[in-house]
């Protein structure tokens, strides 16, 4: 509950991060977690495909690693995960959550990842092919993992058309090109909001949004909000 919280940590005297190795949620397992103050892990919570957790009203914080590690494709037919009320804190690692790009959907607007050393959320490759998307602003940057090896991209496309929307001040770090649309009898749709911003990484120039034949790009800043599109955030250059 809100004033007895269960209480997941590492050593009593004088907890780091590390301390516990944390907690691995297989195919096929279920969990809830309420309420559930989690600190000093090396990895937080890890979550492999078709495991039905539920987490609310919970933090994660002082791991060194991860503090939510999400793998695979989303189940077909199955439970996605859901978190709602989500505190990721205190992480001294590179990234402290990370997921595949067409899993981005379980993180909902009171998700939270904050006070990090790092606060990233680094997205591995994926398409979004049958459903809509929107990212929202959880205080973290959605950074892109650079990959070159095949089948390792980044694409929303389908028959459908669906649609990847950047929310008013969510930032999305480009160290890859990202295709929307691939065809014309599989298209996309990228909705940039006011104050959302597309970012290069660290002087990449291979960050590119490809626009395929029947897709559509729609970017509407406002004097005050505008859309922003650049490089480098700490030294931006040609």
Request: net charge negative.
């Amino acid at each position: 509950t809100a004033l007895e919280p269960v209480v997941m940590t590492g050593d009593p005297d004088a907890p780091g991060p590390g301390d516990w190795s944390g907690i691995v949620f297989y195919t096929g397992s279920t969990a809830t977690l309420d309420h559930v103050d989690l600190g000093y892990a090396y990895n937080g919570l890890r979550l492999y495909p078709g495991a039905d957790v539920a987490v609310s009203n919970t933090t994660i914080h002082d791991f060194s690693g991860v503090g939510l590690q999400v793998d695979g494709d989303p189940p077909a037919g199955g439970d996605a995960p859901t978190f709602t009320d989500t505190l990721v804190t205190g992480g001294t690692g590179v990234h402290p959550v990370f997921l595949p790009f067409d899993r981005l959907a379980i993180l909902d607007p009171s998700f939270s990842v904050t006070g990090n050393t790092n606060d990233v959320i680094r997205v591995s490759g994926g398409t979004i092919t049958d459903f809509d998307l929107t990212l929202y602003d959880l205080g973290a940057v959605y950074s892109l993992y650079y990959c070159s090896f095949s089948g390792c991209g980044y694409a929303v496309a389908g028959p459908t058309g669906p649609t990847l929307t950047l929310s008013a001040g969510t930032v999305l770090r480009l160290p890859v090109g990202i295709n929307v649309g691939s065809s014309a009898s599989s298209t996309g749709h990228l909705v940039l909001e006011p104050g959302s911003t597309i970012q290069a990484h660290e002087g990449n120039n291979s960050g590119t949004i490809y626009v395929r034949d029947g897709a559509s790009l729609t970017a509407l800043g406002t004097a005050l909000e505008p859309v922003v599109m650049t490089g480098d955030p700490d030294a931006p250059g040609p």
